[in-house]
């Protein structure tokens, strides 16, 4: 039996609309489609595990040296393999926040504290988080934050970095959902380098390759990479996998047309649930955070709409939700939906 709970896992139920898993709202690309199915036939072998093909590519696309790159399948098992790699003692998480920081964590024995963030503040990070991270090995955030969608500062981010620097503490920054910005360049802890930082990415969200696992890491330094690369599984991406993440680098315009339509339907949905009298919390990403009634989630699920209820978050409860940005077909019927629930 599965423990924790995660946007889109529940195949058992009954649903036509699926707002808990927030991938892109595009659908995986042709090209990204084509390149997994083409690797199949060259899958009789084994993948290379050092994944320097597409190692070399990110380097080229990001300016990253291929060296402090490491690949791994989907952003759950490079959380894992870090912490494995490092074992830290001490740990602080920005919450709320994605649960697999806590529980790989807590399964290397690391004492783990929380920093919560204020629904009076909106769930903004500020200057304050940087008197908490003293005493603790590592320090683990997200920009855009799930599941509140919102981004750090870069003046902000650059504390924390140095801080972390000065306190001999990793930094570890998931940026799963930056590519949903407009602004992912001027966002990333890229800008705040230094040898004690690790940056996740993904292709699971951005992409819409969930299915596929893929994620990797940037390290600031070579040696925190070579640790990471060789813990755990000696083949962690498939031949599929990495011939689609190959692919999915080239489709610049498929990204920058993914943001924009994000950018417009979450918009668009904003107006509406605040024209429904909902709250709901500023957000760059692919999903909004909002608050209601405990019993929606499940007057949405005899909808056959599913929403991300939040209860299981640090500092939130079952009246916080999030809701995926789909397009305006769906995102006009979960309106509609809802006002029906909510008015019913």
């Known amino acids: 039996m599965l423990n924790g709970k995660h946007g889109g896992n529940d195949l058992s139920l009954d649903i036509q609309h699926d707002f808990s898993a927030n991938l892109s709202p595009l659908g995986m690309s042709e090209s990204v489609r084509k390149a997994a199915a083409d690797a199949v036939a060259f899958s009789g072998r084994y993948p290379d595990p050092l994944c320097r093909e597409l190692r070399k590519k990110l380097s080229g696309k990001y300016g990253i040296l291929a060296d402090d790159i490491v690949c791994g399948n989907g952003a759950d098992d490079l959380i894992y393999r870090t912490v494995s790699a490092l074992k830290p003692k001490s740990a602080l998480i920005v919450s709320p926040a994605f649960s697999e920081y806590k529980k790989a964590l807590s399964e290397n024995g690391c004492k783990v504290d929380e920093y919560i963030l204020s629904e009076e503040n909106e769930f903004e990070v500020t200057e304050e988080i940087v008197s908490h991270i003293s005493g603790h090995d590592m320090v683990f955030l997200c920009t855009p934050n799930n599941p509140t969608g919102r981004v750090i500062a870069p ?104 943001a924009e339509l994000v950018k417009n339907e979450r918009a668009y949905l904003q107006k509406e649930l605040h024209i429904l009298g909902i709250k709901n919390y500023p957000s760059d990403a692919n999903f909004i955070l909002f608050r209601a009634d405990k019993n929606l989630g499940e007057r949405m699920l005899k909808e056959k709409i599913l929403l991300r209820c939040c209860e299981d978050y640090s500092g939130l409860d079952g009246s916080f939700y999030r809701i995926a940005v789909k397009k305006h077909e769906e995102n006009e019927i979960l309106i509609s939906v809802l006002r029906r629930c909510i008015n019913g």
């Open 155 to 258: 003046d902000i981010l650059e504390k924390i970095s140095s801080e972390c620097e000065k306190n001999s503490a990793f930094l570890f920054c998931d940026e799963s959902f930056i590519g949903f910005t407009d602004r992912a360049a001027e966002l990333s802890a890229l800008n705040c380098m230094n040898d004690k930082t690790i940056i996740l990415s993904s292709f699971t969200k951005l992409y819409a390759m969930a299915g596929l696992r893929l994620g990797y890491v940037v390290c600031g330094d070579k040696s925190i990479a070579d640790r990471i690369a060789f813990t755990g599984q000696y083949w962690s991406v498939s031949a599929p996998a990495q011939a689609a993440g190959i692919a999915a680098i080239d489709e610049e315009e498929y990204v920058r047309k993914a």
